[in-house]
């Protein structure tokens, strides 16, 4: 633990390793920009609540923790006692504070550290004599935050205003002008070298660079100057500035191994050097006996490390340091390289190791990965499988196990299998006898399950887990009943995914009951779980047939996400956006379409912007707004426009099924059957078929492993490829997949008739309508009768939205009633269709 203070005003004279000027820390270059920000977290430091957390998140690279450092500078001036708490020094760091002085603990990395910083924040929600500030630097709020919260609702009231930080953008000024910020680095870097100041031409990145890019596009235009006078302009591309300061970097460690006199024949030959570089970077070994084990252990598969050296090389990297002391992003791509080239060395590094060195081995590819879930890198497939191999070297530690699971990004597309397997292992070493740390890895172990589309698996944790929590809630309430919610709320998403909505609204309505009994007693500090469960009881509500009952929850949930992203945008706008979504859902499925257009253009717009910021978490949810924005425009007659949207959300469905079938399957065969339908109606009727065929296809697929879930899908599958086999001129294959579709409606309506009543009655209708192409006039009537006394009572209960298909299945009556010379009741039928013509939606 160091005291943030301010610096000593002496030039740095690095004698080998040119990235350590890039550490914040050194201060070489004053900060710049991030005014706001910065002000921000100044009037946040002197407010008057006696202790407050607060957070700094973005991605590696945009100078999250050059800010903080700025902030504990500038507080550290003014007389407070300011700490950098490394990972591990948790415990002792409030015993640092001076009694009654004011205090700022920076903790970087937040996300990474294991248990003792939530006993910290416990520590710290007791209150002591002084202002106490924490301040948690992070990539982002993920499960690793939303763990801390559930620690207790003192400490959950302290972290919700933590949520409220942006996550920092790329640019430190409004309309940044890359060049003119690496010309302005360039100074500071020259006099710490002791060079000439260049002139720098610099290609900027579009959009705006990263402060670490900047910063190392400067130090490499001064490097260049070090090695030769230039003359004129020296050109500098900042989107390269990184892999060209990792080759000095390299360099670096052979002239540092040099000195040290251990390259060559008597120690290390110059080709070992990279491998022992990277070993040390995965590991981040902190003691010499530590050091020198890494080596012995690496030894073998690393050519070119000379036996009775260990010792000597050890103390070697232990000084070079390369996991703290170089940013990550320079020295990433270098680990990753090593590794994979080698494939040998990750396991050695890792057998035998201690488990704080697998754990911070686990966090640095975990990490790794994240950098490159934004879909433009495309080292990630070697990076997932590295950080397969490191999870699998972990030892069994449930501490160690939960820290990492925490850390990886969630939910994504690439980590669901790995983080399901993660949780099983950790519940495997949770004991028994700790029913509370035994609850939250049976629900852990649920919510990854769900996510890779495992419901029946998650359900059978879910169900011990909430009994386990009832048993806590009966006895402290104030602790367990928000967790006890959020586990009911998360088993009624189970329960919903297997086709069980009346089960799945039993959690849901106990669970918001259970919010909002809290929310009385403590305003403003589950408002989070509170809007989550608000919004899955509307979407089960819907699930049920009820898009009533639905609608006022969907909105209540709108209206509660909207407050909630407008305090915290970054955070909360995917929220908000499939709020929206669902509210056009529920409009359409009242017949309210017009209505619909505006929830579903807000949805769509919000979706668009975070998928193309992070691909890896958001596309999905974009394609389930394409289409319910096509279904938007179909429903106004638009189809020509729909189209499109809907052609988008197929190219997206393909993709996520492809990376994670168990979850995203079903979406496709949605998508497909929405724009094949859609295609069958603009006439393009064979390709309409190619992908209506398809979506059965799936379908089946999905009905055969979870009837419960899929078989409805199926039967509304069937029933759009029926329509279009009809339009084909194929009243006999049409015929065939009808008949299929009306009889699983048939038993589906004979369990439940208030959600499936329509659906059966349509297909009815249908049927009567091939039976009539076929010639077959008596078998007509039959569905068409019984369509009609179905829709006669839907519309009694709901006209708006069945009068038009009551009047629809009169229609078709009166044309079978007709063909069979039965002329006065077909006039009739007609009479009663045309009656309807003019009702409200029709």
Not at 276 to 304: F, H, I, Y
Not at 779 to 791: G, I, K, N, W, Y
């Amino acid at each position: 633990m160091s005291l943030l203070t301010s610096p000593t005003g002496a030039t740095v004279t690095p004698a080998r390793s040119p990235g350590r000027l890039l550490a914040p820390a050194r201060r070489v270059v004053p900060f710049v920009g991030r005014t706001t920000e910065l002000a921000a977290l100044l009037d946040w430091c002197t407010g008057h609540e006696p202790v407050a957390i607060r957070l700094v998140s973005g991605p590696r690279g945009v100078g999250k923790t050059r800010l903080a450092r700025e902030a504990a500078h500038t507080m550290a001036l003014a007389g407070w006692t300011c700490l950098d708490v490394p990972d591990g020094a948790e415990p002792a760091a409030l015993a640092a504070v001076p009694d009654g002085a004011p205090a700022l603990l920076v903790l970087d990395d937040a996300e990474t550290r294991g248990p003792a910083l939530a006993d910290l924040l416990r520590e710290a929600a007791r209150g002591r004599n002084g202002a106490l500030r924490i301040l948690l630097v992070a990539r982002g709020v993920g499960q690793w935050f939303n763990r801390l919260a559930a620690t207790d609702l003192t400490v959950r009231s302290l972290l919700e205003p933590a949520r409220a930080g942006h996550d920092l953008p790329a640019e430190v000024f409004p309309g940044q002008v890359d060049a003119r910020l690496v010309t302005a680095f360039v100074e500071p870097y020259a006099r710490a070298l002791g060079v000439a100041v260049p002139r720098v031409a610099v290609a900027s990145v579009p959009g705006g660079a990263r402060m670490l890019d900047l910063h190392a596009a400067a130090l490499c235009a001064v490097l260049r100057t070090q090695a030769r006078q230039p003359r004129g302009a020296l050109p500098v591309d900042v989107s390269d500035a990184l892999g060209e300061l990792l080759e000095h970097e390299r360099w670096a460690w052979f002239r540092s191994a040099e000195d040290a006199g251990l390259l060559g024949e008597p120690g290390v030959l110059a080709e070992a050097i990279d491998g022992l570089v990277a070993a040390a970077t995965l590991t981040g070994v902190r003691t010499a006996d530590a050091a020198e084990n890494l080596v012995r252990r690496v030894a073998d598969v690393v050519p070119g490390v000379r036996p009775g050296v260990e010792g000597d090389v050890g103390r070697w990297l232990l000084g070079l340091d390369p996991q703290r002391a170089l940013p990550r992003r320079l020295v990433d791509p270098h680990l990753l390289g090593e590794l994979t080239d080698t494939p040998r060395l990750h396991r050695a590094c890792l057998v035998g190791a201690a488990a704080p060195t697998a754990r911070r081995a686990a966090l640095r590819v975990a990490g790794l990965v994240a950098d490159r879930l934004d879909g433009r890198s495309a080292d990630l497939g070697a990076a997932l499988d590295q950080l397969g191999a490191t999870v699998a070297a972990l030892p069994q530690d449930g501490d160690l196990l939960r820290s990492v699971t925490g850390a990886l990004p969630h939910p994504s597309l690439a980590l669901g299998e790995l983080r399901a397997e993660l949780t099983l292992r950790t519940l495997a070493v949770t004991p028994d006898g700790d029913p509370a740390c035994r609850a939250e890895a049976l629900g852990d172990v649920g919510v990854a399950l769900g996510g890779v589309g495992r419901a029946a698996d998650a359900e059978r944790y879910e169900r011990q887990a909430v009994a386990l929590l009832r048993q806590l809630a009966g006895t402290d309430p104030h602790r367990f009943r928000p967790r006890l919610a959020a586990l009911l709320a998360n088993m009624g998403t189970t329960f919903s995914d297997q086709g069980r909505p009346q089960e799945a609204l039993r959690c849901e309505e106990e669970a918001v009951e259970l919010l909002r009994l809290v929310d009385a007693d403590h305003p403003g500090v589950v408002t989070l779980d509170l809007t989550t469960a608000v919004s899955n009881l509307a979407v089960t509500f819907a699930e049920l047939g009820k898009p009533l009952a639905a609608l006022a929850p969907s909105r209540e949930a709108v209206e509660l996400w909207r407050g909630i992203a407008g305090r915290h945008p970054d955070r909360f706008t995917a929220a908000l956006a499939l709020s929206l979504m669902n509210v056009a859902r529920r409009l359409l499925e009242l017949g309210r379409g017009a209505e619909a257009w505006q929830a579903a253009e807000e949805s769509l717009e919000i979706r668009r912007r975070l998928a193309a910021a992070d691909p890896d978490e958001h596309l999905s949810a974009l394609g389930d707004s394409l289409e319910v924005m096509g279904s938007v425009l179909r429903d106004q007659d638009r189809g020509q426009e729909s189209l499109r949207y809907l052609e988008e959300a197929v190219e997206i469905r393909r993709r996520t099924a492809e990376e994670n079938p168990g979850r995203y399957l079903a979406d496709l065969a949605y998508s497909l059957q929405a724009l094949g339908t859609q295609l069958s109606d603009l006439g393009r009727r064979d390709e309409g078929l190619g992908l209506q065929q398809e979506a059965v296809e799936v379908r089946r697929r999905l009905a055969a492993g979870n009837p419960g879930r899929y078989v409805a899908g199926l039967a509304e599958a069937l029933s759009a490829l029926g329509v279009t086999y009809s339009r084909l001129d194929r009243p006999q294959d049409a015929l065939n997949a009808e008949r299929e579709a009306t009889r699983t409606w048939r038993e589906l309506a004979g369990g439940d008739p208030h959600r499936y009543r329509p659906w059966l009655a349509q297909s009815l209708t249908n049927l009567s309508s091939i039976f009539a192409v076929l010639r077959l006039g008596d078998e007509a009537v039959e569905p068409a009768s019984e369509a009609v006394t179905l829709l006669r009572e839907l519309a009694a209960e709901n006209a708006p939205r069945y009068a038009p298909r009551l009047a629809e299945a009169l229609r078709v009556l009166a044309l079978a009633l007709h063909d069979q010379e039965r002329f006065d009741e077909a006039r009739r039928a007609r009479g009663e269709a045309e009656e309807l013509g003019g009702a409200p939606g029709g």
